[in-house]
């Protein structure tokens, strides 16, 4: 078997250096910023500059303040960004899929972006997950995976992932399924944790059944990451189960915006 294979079996993760492009990843992060620097200035009526980590990161603690569910609509908002979208189709990450033993992947989910800090926080869980295996929630294949990597460097201090290795082999753990990802129940003592350490550009990548949690973010910085989840269509349980797909996605039935749009706007839009 080839190496990176035997690796992943065993410990169920694999940690590559330097595995993106930086000017692809600069992209993702920078459009993201764009994002919320829209929403800054309309809600707090000033120009950010997103180059000015301290500032910028400082209005984001600002809107959120100032503006809930703006925050929270922008938020998603970079959920669709395309250069994530784009990246999350790279043909070096269906490489390595390939080279991990998958057959034909598919993508599991949405890829997902999370900027990480208790200052982003109403005391939800969103910001720092309890220990979890994320097949809980996407019920895929049995060798699903997920591709976990920071837009920024990230270490023990911007509360970068803790993982426990070859946890993957322990079996579905119980949870609660309350709150973002549900949380294991069992007590985990903490030295079974390993904490993670990156340079932007590097990568993470695990099984869903690996044990992980978030650290403990507690600079004043966001932890800006994404995360990338696939199936393997190949595999035998995935396709006997008949495709599982747990996930919800649709519409809101009334109006977001009530009232709108008039006639006139639309004219004004396509005259
Ligand atoms: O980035 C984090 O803090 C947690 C992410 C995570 O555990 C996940 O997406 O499964």
Redesign the pocket.
């Known amino acids: 078997m080839d190496s990176s294979k035997t690796q992943f079996n065993k410990d169920g993760y694999l940690i590559i250096k330097n595995f993106f492009n930086q000017e692809v990843l600069r992209k993702i992060y920078t459009d993201a910023r764009k994002l919320f620097a829209v929403q800054i200035k309309r809600i707090l009526g000033k120009t950010v500059d997103i180059n000015n980590k301290d500032e910028f990161e400082q209005a984001m603690f600002d809107f959120f303040e100032a503006d809930f569910n703006a925050f929270v609509n922008t938020g998603k908002q970079t959920q669709h960004l395309i250069s994530m979208h784009r990246l999350g189709t790279d043909e070096k990450i269906l490489s390595l899929l390939k080279e991990l033993g998958y057959e034909f992947p598919t993508i599991a989910v949405r890829p997902?972006m999370?900027f990480?800090s208790r200052y982003l926080s109403k005391g939800g869980s969103h910001w720092?997950?309890g220990a979890?295996q994320?097949w809980r929630t996407g019920q895929g294949s049995l060798d699903s995976m997920?591709l976990?990597f920071p837009l920024v460097d990230c270490g023990e201090d911007l509360?970068s992932?803790q993982i426990i290795p070859s946890s993957h082999k322990d079996g579905l753990m119980k949870a609660d399924t309350s709150g973002y990802?549900g949380s294991i129940q069992e007590e985990i003592s903490d030295e079974k944790y390993v904490q993670t350490e990156f340079e932007a550009g590097d990568l993470l990548i695990f099984s869903a059944f690996l044990i992980?949690?978030?650290?403990n973010n507690i600079t004043q910085n966001i932890?800006w990451?994404i995360?990338l989840r696939y199936n393997n269509i190949g595999e035998e349980t995935f396709q006997e189960r008949g495709f599982p797909m747990p996930y919800i996605y649709k519409p809101e039935e009334n109006l977001v915006t009530p009232d709108f749009p008039q006639k006139e706007q639309l004219e004004q839009v396509f005259a």
Do not use: F
């Open positions: 997902a999370q990480n720092k997950l979890h994320d997920v976990w509360g992932l990802l992980h949690r978030s650290g932890r990451s995360q």
